[in-house]
């Protein structure tokens, strides 16, 4: 069967004429009548009905149709989408989340409302360390991080978030009754803190900033990522200090409190290679920015 021949069939059975279909196919009546009959004869049944002013479609002519005009449309999507790739304007972007900023809902309604426009994201969640190696390959056109991040320091950024750093207090705590503590209500407590190797640059600005509060972390409270500190809160081992994104959704075991004092601030922030010339990922970047820059406002 070739493509052609499903072309002329689709072109007939729309306009219900042959002379017609010829004359919008741009060839001879004739020629047109001997390739849908070609057609009929290698797939073994009639598809249409000759009549005197036109024709109809057979039962097996409806059923063909509709196949017929989806591989059409499929090949017309084919062939949008590799000029758009041979202009640079691929649709598809690559986009890699760090495990502590996947589930943050500004972040993706950001995406979902740029989607729409004709982009299709493939997304991944990962830890960190992949995702930077990832990116450093190109196998990701974007990654969407968490900063202060030594790894990203070699990455384009643009800032889509700011995340301040709360307390996750369990219910049954004293703390737990006030809307906002100071950083000094935090000494001899039990601070729940992710551990180093998940997010070097992020740690270290953390516990700088305790440090000089006169705050000293325990090592034995860490737990292994920001998430899981959350949890820990939640059953009582002790109040978790995490970005406000991945707390906003807690049941009653637990409570948010602000920190005053507490001027380290985490980034969401949206990465890609400086070499990575996809100029449909770097739209994405434009549009993203322009969505944050006017919340900012």
């Known amino acids: 069967m070739e493509f052609r021949h499903l072309k002329y069939f689709v072109t007939v059975a729309q306009l219900r004429h042959f002379t017609k279909a010829a004359e919008q196919l741009g060839?001879?009546?004739p020629p047109l009548s001997q390739q849908i009959k070609k057609l009929e004869h290698e797939l073994g049944v009639d598809l249409f009905k000759r009549l005197s002013r036109g024709v109809e479609l057979t039962r097996a002519g409806e059923v063909f149709l509709k196949d017929a005009e989806s591989i059409l449309a499929?090949?017309?999507?084919a062939e949008a989408r590799v000029r758009q790739v041979a202009r640079g304007e691929s649709t598809q972007v690559n986009?890699?989340?760090a495990t502590s900023t996947s589930t943050c809902i500004p972040v993706l309604e950001k995406m979902a409302s740029i989607q729409s426009n004709g982009i299709h994201f493939n997304t991944a969640e990962m830890p960190m360390p992949e995702l930077v190696a990832q990116l450093k390959n190109k196998q990701q056109d974007l990654a969407i991080m968490r900063v202060p991040c030594?790894?990203?320091?070699p990455f384009e950024r643009k800032r889509l978030l700011d995340d301040p750093f709360v307390a996750v207090i369990p219910a049954h705590h004293p703390l737990a009754r006030f809307k906002s503590i100071q950083l000094h209500h935090l000494k001899e407590q039990k601070l729940l803190l992710f551990p180093r190797e998940t997010g070097p640059a992020l740690y270290d600005a953390l516990s700088a900033l305790l440090g000089d509060a006169g705050i000293r972390l325990q090592p034995q409270f860490a737990s292994p990522q920001l998430r899981t500190t959350i949890a820990m809160a939640q059953a009582g081992f002790g109040i978790a200090i995490v970005p406000y994104s991945l707390a906003e959704h807690l049941d009653d075991s637990a409570v948010i409190v602000s920190?005053?004092?507490m001027t380290l601030t985490s980034q969401i922030?949206?990465?890609w290679q400086a070499s990575n010339l996809n100029a449909?990922?770097?739209?994405?970047?434009?549009?993203?920015?322009a969505i944050s820059a006017g919340e900012t406002r």
């Open 27 to 29: 060839i001879a009546q």
């Open 269 to 271: 922030v949206v990465a």
């Open 280 to 289: 449909q990922a770097l739209n994405v970047v434009a549009k993203l920015s």
């Open 95 to 97: 986009i890699g989340f």
């Open 74 to 77: 499929d090949a017309q999507r």
């Open 150 to 153: 030594y790894a990203s320091e």
């Open 259 to 261: 920190i005053e004092g």
